[in-house]
């Protein structure tokens, strides 16, 4: 349990505002996670992602794999949506019922004009259900967990600008009436 302190105590509080900016990096956090966590969960914590593998894996952390969950049903929901709206197929593994919180939450999502916007209102819907599924117990493994799916979210997240997706966008679009000179 102190070991577990000394690690959590150490952890600087990740802003709300995207705006700001980290006050820790992921090589720091993993630096001092390696002196305090033992070589199963640290594994555990290397792999982590926030796109969760297509088909239903058990991670050992109930906290994971309530996440992983929810991110794979949301990315199956996302999927359908945007392929129906493009009139193509799109399969969604069988044995999967998405709840209706996750339906609305993307086709709110698949709502906003603007790419960034979607994916904003995206990381705050993630970062939701962060906060409503981390574990009451702040020395834990799965607190952990949280705080580095967090950090990963905070880190995506600012890595989007709308100038950035403008430049994006026309360079894909150029490449298209190349291709259609051809």
Do not use: H
Not at 22 to 50: G, H, N, Q, V, W
Not at 68 to 80: A, C
Not at 143 to 157: E, N, P, T
């Amino acid at each position: 349990m102190s070991s577990w302190y000394y690690l959590i105590s150490q952890l600087p509080a990740l802003p709300e505002d995207n705006t700001q900016p980290l006050p820790i990096s992921e090589e720091y956090f993993y630096d001092l996670c390696s002196r305090f966590m033992d070589k199963k969960a640290l594994k555990t914590l290397e792999t982590l992602s926030l796109e969760p593998p297509r088909k239903k894996v058990r991670t050992g952390s109930a906290f994971l794999d309530t996440f992983y969950d929810w991110e794979r049903s949301l990315r199956f929901m996302l999927g359908t949506i945007r392929a129906q709206r493009m009139k193509k197929d799109f399969t969604v593994d069988e044995g999967i019922d998405i709840p209706s919180e996750i339906v609305q939450t993307a086709r709110t999502a698949c709502g906003y004009e603007s790419p960034l916007e979607a994916e904003l209102f995206l990381n705050k819907a993630r970062a939701e259900l962060l906060n409503r599924i981390s574990p009451s117990d702040a020395f834990s493994t799965d607190a952990v967990f949280a705080y580095a799916l967090s950090l990963k979210l905070g880190k995506r997240i600012r890595t989007f600008s709308e100038e950035a997706g403008q430049a994006s966008y026309r360079k894909i679009y150029d490449q298209i009436l190349e291709n259609r000179a051809i």
